[in-house]
């Protein structure tokens, strides 16, 4: 069992940056896969970016090259930098775990995962 605290949503204007941070509870942080999901209003939560176990990454297109995942197994906590965000990167960022020590890659479905966090709020402002 894992609990997940997300942190550092906010509004930020078009172009600028934050980091969001996901603090995991419970113990062997380290066998766990993590992504980030968003969700805006009116749409199906989507996938953002997600690192495996060992620190694989992947990314969804649109965020490719702008957002960057990374993890500090020390500190039980994932981390998201989203820079030069855009307007229609407004969306309550979901952190999510699942159990995937030896995957290779992390899960990038929904379903996939089932541990949530409980939501950050990003508002990108034009």
């Known amino acids: 069992q894992v609990q997940l605290v997300e942190s550092g949503g906010g509004l930020v204007q078009a172009g600028g940056s934050l980091r969001l941070s996901c603090a995991a509870s419970?113990?062997?942080?380290?066998?766990?896969?993590m992504g980030w999901f968003r969700q805006a209003p009116g749409k199906e939560r989507e996938f953002a970016a997600a690192?495996?176990?060992?620190?694989?990454?992947s990314y969804a297109d649109s965020v490719k090259g702008r957002f960057t995942i990374s993890r500090d197994n020390a500190k039980n906590t994932v981390y998201l930098q989203l820079n030069s965000l855009k307007p229609e990167d407004t969306a309550v960022y979901y952190c999510?775990?699942?159990?995937?020590?030896?995957?290779?890659?992390?899960?990038?479905?929904?379903?996939?995962?089932?541990?949530w966090g409980q939501g950050t709020q990003v508002t990108v402002s034009s």
């Open positions: 999510a775990a699942v159990v995937a020590r030896f995957q290779f890659t992390a899960p990038q479905k929904v379903y996939e995962y089932n541990y």
């Open positions: 419970g113990r062997s942080f380290s066998n766990y896969a």
């Open positions: 690192i495996s176990w060992n620190g694989a990454t």
